[in-house]
């Protein structure tokens, strides 16, 4: 009964383990960026620290507060030291010593401090930088969650492309082959030459390489959303999405005149936070020179004996206790407390230097973003009107060469013709979806702290 009951469970667990890995997963593009924003390596970790600097925070904040501290001591001279006198105090001979041991052999002590901040300078200025330390921490998380979402973008595209040119190579090598079919036929009957088989031989063994190529590609960019995604690479995943759809989603040229707010840049928020910590390191400096004061009160007792009675009740324990003020006043440091203000100034004006700097090259990202969504959508109409030419000329080719009006080498010049204007037209659509999702980001319009 008791191997039946085992079999049982080892096959529940089996089983169980074999559904888990064999897991599918089904996304629209959005449903994928939203379980990325909460599943992706990158993600989690900016959580983390998000949550780190929660406690950093708080951590400052507690080192203002009342700091209890407790201490107990047990003390056996196994030797205890002895002491010297002079002999006259004994009424001994003038210039003679006698050997004293003081105290007990064994000593116990019990004591308690409490300790508060008055005022101090630094205290009032690390509060203001684990405040700008959080906020920094929240603006590193939303520039992942950016980054995650461009990354999704672009796997979740490079699948459908994928998809896109197995399909389309698939279909043109099935076409092709009747044409070899039908070519082969005619050149048995003796009416067309033999190299007109050859040149689609060739052709058909170009299709069928670039069919193995796009099918390896297509597994790797599954590979590479999953990893986006942060779920395991081998996992099964199905788009509910297709190219061209995102395509016409994404084709809005009234987003380029959208408003340009360069204080919405998470480069330029991320600039600034580094900027004020550089403006409390200064004000940290100039807090050196000024006095700090700290109270204080002890509480203890202390018990002595010869031996080990501290638990009984009849020991004797004597109290002591004490109130203090301490004050630290800073005089001369021999310019040192003047070279780090120095230096702490010199480093704000870095930072304000390179908020500068990251404000331009912001200008510059969103105009060069602009360019490339305007141009990218551009190329996506040029490449839909040469497909259908493409295509057009590819079967007006066709019908002359089997009329016997066109050579194998016009055929293969057509066919070519079109299957780059295929691949060329699927990822112009690619660069229609990336190119806008690269604009989004520099704007920081998708508003992920809503969605996460």
Known sequence: MNKVFILISFFLITTTSKAQENKTYKFTLEQAINFALDSNYMAINARKDIAKAIKKKWETTASGLPQLNGNISYQNNLKQPTTLIPGEITGGDSGTFIPVIFGTKENANIGVSLSQLIFDGSYLVGLQAAKTFLNYSQNADEKTQLEVRLGVINA??????????????????????????????????????????????????????????????????????????????????????????????????DFL??????????????????????????????????PNLAAFVNYGTQANSNSFTFLSNNQKWYQSSLLGINMNIPIVSSGMRSARTQQARIALEQAETNLKETYQNILLEINTAKNNYRFAIEVYNNNKKNLNLSERVEKKNQIKFLEGLATSFDLRNAQIQLYNAQQSYFESMLRVITTKADLETVLNTPQLKEIN
């Open 257 to 290: 005149e959208k408003n340009i707010n360069i204080e919405d840049n998470i480069d330029f928020k991320i600039a600034t936070n580094y900027k004020d910590q550089r403006l409390l390191e200064l004000k940290l400096e100039k807090s050196y020179s000024i």
């Open 156 to 253: 979740y595209g490079s699948v459908l492309l994928s998809e896109e040119l197995i399909d389309i190579i698939d279909l043109n090598i099935k076409n092709l082959q009747n044409n070899l079919n039908e070519t082969t036929a005619y050149y048995k009957n003796g009416f067309v030459e033999e190299e007109s088989v050859e040149q689609l031989e060739i052709t058909l063994l170009d299709l069928e390489t670039q069919l193995k190529n796009s099918k390896r590609m297509f597994v790797i960019a599954q590979q590479m959303f999953n990893l986006a995604l942060g779920i395991d690479v081998e996992s099964d995943v199905i788009m509910l999405d297709n190219l061209d759809s995102l395509t016409q989603q994404n084709i809005r040229l």
